[in-house]
């Protein structure tokens, strides 16, 4: 419904419901990669009868922002849809999170997950990454699901940005 909705009143942002069988395949879908703190719990709104929520995050590093905004310690504001495919963070907990600028109705300023739960990931202390969905692209790409290979990653695989027709 998130998606159908966005397709409905903004056609340039189509991919909302990408899907990935590679971890390089997200690597390269993705402008913006940080590492970031949840820093406030997701605070739920309605947009034409639509639930999302909205929650804060501390970047605590920047892997990859293709067009160099963000830095450590800013604060971003990440809108999710609370369903399967979008698990929401949680209050406190560290995470990995595959980027993009949102651009639609719903809010201004603000950033989606890549792929959505496929670009969410929980990192614990120390820096093994954890799929919040069922999928790890980690895992099914043979790569190590740890924080210290990332860079490499996305080295290896710089953000190719999308064709518009």
Do not use: W
Not at 138 to 159: F, I, M, N, V
């Amino acid at each position: 419904m998130f998606g159908e909705m966005l397709k409905e009143e903004n056609t340039s942002d189509l991919a909302v419901t990408e899907s990935f069988r590679h971890i390089d395949d997200l690597a390269t879908s993705s402008p913006i990669v940080i590492v970031g703190k949840v820093s406030s719990a997701p605070k739920p709104f309605t947009h034409q009868s639509v639930t999302f929520f909205e929650s804060h995050i501390q970047v605590q590093r920047v892997y990859r922002d293709v067009n160099g905004q963000l830095k450590s310690a800013d604060t971003i504001t990440l809108l999710q849809n609370d369903m399967e495919e979008d698990p929401l963070v949680k209050r406190d907990e560290t995470v990995l999170l595959y980027l993009q600028r949102y651009e639609g109705p719903v809010m201004e300023n603000a950033y989606r997950i890549v792929g959505l739960q496929l670009g969410h990931f929980k990192v614990n202390r120390t820096g093994t990454l954890t799929s919040v969905g069922e999928s790890n692209l980690y895992q099914e790409s043979g790569r190590s699901a740890d924080l210290s290979k990332l860079e490499t990653l996305l080295k290896d695989h710089p953000y190719v940005a999308e064709k518009t027709m």
